[in-house]
């Protein structure tokens, strides 16, 4: 009669630990599992966080820009209406001094690489002083120059060149002051005059510049 009754109770108690292991590993799978999505969980907050923060902060500079952008505008419109230009012309004329400012603002420092147009600006330049310009010689690299711009920084970009002229004393001095009173900005580096005071001739050595627009970089950032 023991006999079955003892194996009764070891059948109940193979039960018992069966479900203990059934219970102890399904709890032990629960706080794993847990675990590893608290932390994933975690990670993707604090990923959140960066991601809400770098937002932030360019929605600020965005705000900023438009503002800029807004008092730039005015600004401008000021700067082009005045009745009188920075050269004391006429903003409607043609003359020498006439013409908008923001027209003279761009003649005074090109943004591309144009000797022919620069040619043609000394040519009026001299004929409006009355003297002749015998020769004009200069690099005609345009493509090489405007191919290489596009920097968010740009820097004056020297223009050599070198011109002989010729006319009286008065004439030719009027000339030169002309130069370097010019708009746009010429540096005289040498002058070589030869002749009597009725028919002077001047080889010039002298430079100007331009100056590339600048580029807007866009960028993309990768928030890790």
């Known amino acids: 009669m023991a006999g079955p009754h003892v194996s009764l109770k070891r059948i109940d108690v193979d039960k018992a630990n069966s479900r203990i292991v059934a219970v102890t590993a399904t709890s032990a799978f629960i706080v794993v599992f847990s675990v590893i999505a608290s932390i994933s969980l975690f990670s993707q907050l604090v990923y959140q966080n ?53 027209k003279i603002v761009l003649d005074a420092l090109p943004s591309k690489y144009d000797f022919p147009a620069l040619a043609s600006s000394l040519e009026k330049m001299m004929n409006d002083k009355g003297v002749a310009i015998k020769s004009l010689n200069g690099t005609d690299d345009a493509i090489a120059q405007n191919s290489s711009q596009g920097s968010s920084n740009p820097q004056p970009v020297p223009v050599p060149f070198e011109i002989t002229i010729g006319g009286d004393y ?7 002051d002309a130069m370097e009173r010019s708009i746009r900005p ?19 050595t002298a430079q100007t510049y331009y100056q590339a627009e600048k580029a807007l970089n866009i960028t993309m950032q990768v928030v890790k």
């Open 50 to 102: 960066r991601i809400i923060s770098v937002k932030k902060k360019a929605v600020a500079q965005l705000k900023e820009n438009i503002q800029n952008t807004d008092d730039l505008v005015t600004q401008y419109k000021a700067f082009v209406a005045t009745p009188q230009n920075v050269l004391g012309g006429n903003p409607l004329g043609t003359g020498p001094n006439d013409g908008s400012n923001a």
């Open 170 to 176: 008065d004439h030719v001095r009027n000339a030169v």
């Open 186 to 204: 010429i540096v005289i580096q040498k002058i070589d005059i030869s002749g009597d005071q009725n028919q002077l001739s001047a080889d010039i």
